[in-house]
T-cell receptor
């Protein structure tokens, strides 16, 4: 069966440092991996998508890498700020257009001033 | 605002009640989704509609009944629920392609459901 693991339930990072979140998966091929941010009481908000044939994607202070050999994605926030504190969700789909996502449990990131 | 609205935002119901959750998207998308989010568990996909046709039912109990009258509206009809069905129910929409690709999803704020 398909399985997604986000290694840390919670992660505390000092402001200004780089936060790195991990997402591991099994039994997906091809794979499209998406990262979402969720704030308390709100729905998830899309951040970045990376395809199986892509190694890295960037958007402002965000960077996502994808290693299909290790079946792992890393999500980096550089120069972290307290406003980056939220739960970050990793979601996977095998593609096919309107394909619902399978999500990990999420990592609760806390950026301390 | 993501362009996806859900009503009501909060709902308390008894196990014998019948209620409905409503979702509306203003993005011109063709696909709509229901997800369930329980404490300490991952977001769980429940149903997928693409161009008004149900394309996925993720082994959801029959006490949950979806309805998609058009590409902009999605309902989740609830009846004889159990206390363990208490959760945040999230609606999402995406562009919806008939072939290939990977859609990004736009989520509504969710309906917080409590079953007594």
């Amino acid at each position: 069966s398909q399985k997604i693991e986000q290694n840390s339930e919670a992660l505390n990072i000092q402001e200004g440092k780089t936060a790195t979140l991990t997402c591991n998966y099994t039994n997906y091929s091809p794979a499209y991996l998406q990262w979402y941010r969720q704030d308390p009481g709100r729905g998830p908000v899309f951040l970045l998508l990376i395809r199986e044939n892509e190694k890295e994607k960037r958007k402002e202070r965000l960077k996502v890498t994808f290693d299909t050999t290790l079946k792992q994605s890393l999500f980096h926030i550089t120069a972290s700020q307290p406003a980056d504190s939220a739960t970050y969700l990793c979601g996977l789909t095998s593609g096919g257009g309107a394909d619902g996502l399978t999500f990990g449990k999420g990592t609760h990131l806390i950026i301390q001033p | 605002e993501t362009g996806v609205t859900q009503t009501p935002r909060h709902l308390v119901m008894g196990m014998t009640n019948k209620k409905s959750l409503k979702c509306e998207q203003h993005l011109g998308h063709n696909a709509m989704y229901w997800y369930k989010q329980s404490a300490k568990k991952p977001l769980e996909l429940m149903f997928v509609y693409n161009f008004k046709e149900q394309t996925e039912n993720n082994s959801v109990p029959s006490r949950f009944s979806p309805e998609c009258p058009n590409s902009s509206h999605l309902f989740l009809h609830l009846h004889t629920l159990q206390p363990e069905d208490s959760a945040l129910y999230l609606c999402a929409s995406s562009q919806g392609e008939r072939e290939g690709g990977a859609d990004t999803q736009y989520f509504g704020p969710g309906t917080r459901l409590t079953v007594l």
